[in-house]
C-alpha cells in the first residue's frame, strides 16, 4: 500500500520567516494530495491541495510543489505568522477497489515565534 | 462549502459500557465516510472506511467487533465503541467526500473520548 513520509516532525521559525515541509509518497499512482492544517483538539482544515498534472499551486502565503518523478511535495508558507502554529499533515491519495483512500502524512508541529 | 458534523465532541464513559459516535454529511451525500482514529501528537490512522449499505472495511488491526459500523444513509455513519476500556481513550475523527477521490476531505470535530 500507499506509504507516505513527513519531515521535518517539529519546525521552529520565527515571525516573518518561511517554512517548508516536505513529503514522500511511495506509490506512483497516487494523483492527489491535500495539506491538511490541525490546531490543538479540532478538526483537521484543508489548507491546499494539489493534483498530478499540475506543478505547482499558490493561495497567498501558502504553496505547494509536487515533483512526480521524485514522488515528493512539498508545502511553503512564506511571511509566517503566530496563527500559523499548528501541526500540519499531507496526504496522498488515488483512487482503488476501496474508492478514495487517503494516507497521511506523520505531521508537522510548527511553531511560529513573534 | 461542504459540513460534516460529528457528536459528541467529547464523552466520558465507564469502562465495560459501549459509546456510539455519529458522523453526518449535512449538505452533501457521502456514500463513503472514514473513521479515523488519533494519538496525542500523532497523525491521524485510519480505522476503516464505511461503506453506504454494505459492510466497513477495516484496517488491518482494527477489531471489527469492538468498532462496530454502521453507514445506514448516505449522510449518516455510526462508530460504536463496544466494551470500551481505557485503552481506547483517543480522539476519533470521521470525514467524507463530497465528491470523487480527488476532492476534498471533510472532517468532523471530533469526539474524545475517555475511558475511565
Known amino acids: 500500500g500507499e506509504n507516505v513520509e513527513q519531515h521535518p516532525s517539529t519546525l521552529s521559525v520565527q515571525e516573518g520567516d518561511s517554512a517548508v515541509i516536505k513529503c514522500t509518497y511511495s506509490?506512483?499512482?497516487?494523483?492527489?494530495f491535500p495539506w491538511y492544517k490541525q490546531e490543538l483538539g479540532k478538526r483537521p482544515q484543508l489548507i491546499i491541495d494539489?493534483?498530478?498534472?499540475?506543478g505547482e499551486k499558490k493561495d497567498q502565503r501558502i504553496a505547494v510543489t509536487l515533483n512526480k518523478t521524485a514522488k515528493h511535495f512539498s508545502l511553503h508558507i512564506t511571511e509566517t505568522q503566530p496563527e500559523d502554529s499548528a501541526v500540519y499533515f499531507c496526504a496522498a491519495s488515488k483512487q482503488n477497489n476501496a474508492g478514495n483512500m487517503l494516507t497521511f502524512g506523520g505531521g508537522t508541529r510548527l511553531m511560529v515565534k513573534p | 462549502g461542504a459540513v460534516v458534523s460529528q457528536h459528541p465532541s467529547r464523552v466520558i464513559c465507564k469502562s465495560g459500557t459501549s459509546v456510539k459516535i455519529e458522523c453526518r454529511s449535512l449538505?452533501?451525500?457521502?456514500?463513503?465516510m472514514f473513521w479515523y482514529r488519533q494519538f496525542p501528537k500523532q497523525s491521524l490512522m485510519l480505522m476503516a472506511t464505511s461503506n453506504e449499505g454494505s459492510k466497513a472495511t477495516y484496517e488491518q488491526g482494527v477489531e471489527k467487533d469492538k468498532f462496530l459500523i454502521n453507514h445506514a444513509s448516505l449522510t449518516l455513519s455510526t462508530l460504536t465503541v463496544t466494551s470500551a476500556h481505557p485503552e481506547d481513550s483517543s480522539f476519533y475523527i470521521c470525514?467524507?467526500?463530497?465528491?470523487?477521490?480527488?476532492?476534498?476531505?471533510?472532517f468532523g470535530n471530533g469526539t474524545r473520548l475517555t475511558v475511565t
Open positions: 470525514s467524507a467526500r463530497a465528491g470523487s477521490y480527488n476532492s476534498p476531505l471533510h
Open positions: 494539489i493534483r498530478s498534472n499540475v
Open positions: 506509490d506512483s499512482a497516487s494523483n492527489y
Open positions: 449538505d452533501f451525500q457521502a456514500t463513503t
